[in-house]
């Protein structure tokens, strides 16, 4: 009879049959803590990202379901933890944004992690329910809709950037509640800019009481921005834009070819308030038409301020640059000298240009000021930038840049803008600056300048609600004589090449000429008056104040 001999397992057999054991238990319980996407992925999407990646929508991909997410759950999770997804770079000190996308430090670690554990499904019943869209206006049918030309977007080639501009056709004054964009192919629309302007006349007013009155000056700047996953402008009770017989919108679109022919026909759809309007919106912007980003520069930074007139609030922020966009900074500066960050975009991005709403609204008082910090990067380390060799200046197409830090406000205590009058406010700007080399000049076009005979210097416009900083580094003194090369704003959002060529008078006053359109076939040309400006300081207050 054969006898089996008994098996003899070595020691290092053993010892990994230990192990196994051990990798088997620390695999159960592993997976046990995996997040799963019915459990816990799933609603981070369904919150953050879904209104965009969805079918039909402007994101290439369905994040709606396990099935339509799996494939891209690595992708997913480089994307949220290079701060890629959701498209949002938005951050304060101490103003919390009801429309913020970005996800927590958590979320961000529940995707990572259940990208890394092998994207696992969990139990369907842990799925929460996905979130239901309204096809159509989201807000209802609006009150008055206006369509825009149609696009056709061919399958490949440049982007394309479509103006038109649409007279609205009302018999009175109305007040604006809401605004919503509703694009035809959302799959070929990367944004719109709905710019208008209202005139100023007597009206049946204030909008909605039956009474006469002429006043409020906030009826122009920007109407209304839609970019993929931007929700409809819903301002708040009895508050509102001004329309009436006479405005006219600016369509400033933006399409890009994604692969596949087709045609859009955007809408927009307005919502009339009901009753007295209580406050008026106005959009006042931060802008510097005078910015000159040298070739290759990969941090290169200018700044721009706002002062109001009265005690203000402010309802949004929007920053506008164009691709070599890289950051822009708000602050809030106080009479006292003291300063807050109400927002900061580290990560500006051409492709989402967002409204930042603040929960609530925040305080502007009259003795404050808004500066405003921008950054390009003009480098060829910029994978947007179309030619890293140009020197850039503020103009309207996409190939140059802009400086716009957009705002919407009101009066705290209610009612119509009423803005100062232009040289009070700009004889109150140029006060910062020394006298001897600061101007301020009347009549048709006010303006303010301080021209240093070393370093840069500021030129600032007025008109209504709206200032501009222009930075000022193309000038020269030659004796009394002065000549500056610059770049004032136009109506249609873009600036055009100005030349002042002036000299000293016997009493301190600058008088020549202001030559708008210098480089055009057809320039525009006025008298100036320079009268003194500005304070007088003594030689280390003269040096502070360049610092500034």
């Not at 799925?127 to 206006?146: I, K, Q, S």
Request: hydrophobic residues 35%.
């Amino acid at each position: 009879m054969l006898m089996r001999s008994p098996i003899r397992r070595r020691p290092h057999t053993i010892a990994a049959l230990v192990a196994s054991t051990v990798l088997l238990t620390a695999s159960a319980a592993g997976a046990a803590d995996t997040p799963t996407f019915s459990r816990d992925v799933a609603p981070i999407l369904f919150e953050k990202c879904v209104q965009c990646h969805r079918p039909n929508q402007a994101a290439p991909m369905s994040l709606l379901s396990y099935r339509e997410a799996r494939p891209w759950a690595r992708g997913m999770a480089r994307a949220v933890e290079n701060g890629d997804m959701p498209p949002w770079s938005g951050e304060s000190e101490h103003v919390v944004f009801r429309n913020d996308l970005s996800l927590s430090a958590e979320q961000i670690t529940t995707i990572t992690g259940w990208a890394a554990g092998g994207a696992p499904e969990g139990d369907p019943a842990d799925l929460p329910p996905a979130p239901t869209f309204r096809e159509g206006w989201t807000l209802g049918e609006p009150d008055y809709v206006l369509t825009l030309d149609r696009v056709d977007v061919p399958a490949e080639g440049p982007d394309l950037f479509p103006k038109q501009r649409i007279e609205l056709e009302l018999d009175r004054e109305r007040w604006v509640q809401a605004i919503e964009f509703l694009p035809g192919d959302r799959r070929a629309t990367h944004h719109f800019q709905a710019t208008y302007t209202t005139p100023r006349r007597e009206s049946d007013g204030p909008i909605g009481s039956g009474e006469r009155v002429s006043e409020g000056a906030g009826g122009s700047g920007v109407f209304g921005i839609w970019t993929a996953g931007m929700p409809p402008y819903v301002f708040p009770e009895g508050t509102g834009r001004v329309l009436g017989p006479g405005t006219t919108i600016t369509m400033d679109s933006h399409y890009h070819p994604f692969g596949e022919a087709t045609s859009d026909v955007t809408r927009i759809g307005i919502h009339f308030g009901e009753g007295e309007l209580e406050r008026e919106v106005a959009t006042v912007s931060v802008a510097n038409t005078g910015i000159r980003i040298p070739p290759g520069a990969g941090h290169h930074a200018e700044e721009g301020f706002f002062q109001p007139d009265d005690d203000m609030q402010i309802l949004a922020f929007s920053p506008h640059m164009h691709v070599r966009g890289k950051a822009m900074t708000y602050r809030l500066v106080h009479a006292d000298g003291t300063s807050e960050t109400l927002l900061d975009v580290p990560k500006y991005d051409y492709n989402w240009q967002w409204l930042y709403y603040p929960t609530e609204p925040i305080d502007l008082p009259a003795s404050s000021r808004v500066e405003v910090t921008a950054v390009w990067d003009n480098s060829e380390d910029n994978p947007a930038n179309p030619d890293p060799t140009r020197e850039i200046i503020y103009r309207g197409d996409v190939v140059n840049e802009m400086f716009v830090g957009f705002m919407e406000i009101v009066r705290k205590d209610g009612g119509y803008h009423r803005p100062k009058e232009n040289v009070d406010k700009l004889t109150k700007l140029i006060a910062r600056h020394p006298r001897g080399t600061s101007f301020l000049a009347g009549g048709f076009l006010p303006i303010a300048f301080w021209a240093p005979h070393e370093g840069e210097g500021i030129l600032y416009l007025a008109s209504g609600l709206q200032m501009f900083t222009i930075t000022l580094d193309d000038f020269a003194w030659s004796g009394d004589r002065l000549r500056v090369t610059t770049h004032f704003p136009t109506p249609e959002a873009s600036a055009i090449t100005t030349v002042i060529e002036a000299e000293l008078d016997a009493q301190g006053a600058l008088q020549g000429t202001i030559t708008m359109g210098a480089d055009t076939k057809r320039p525009f040309e006025m008298k100036m008056v320079g009268q003194p400006a500005g304070r007088v300081t003594s030689t280390e207050a003269t040096g502070a104040a360049a610092g500034e």
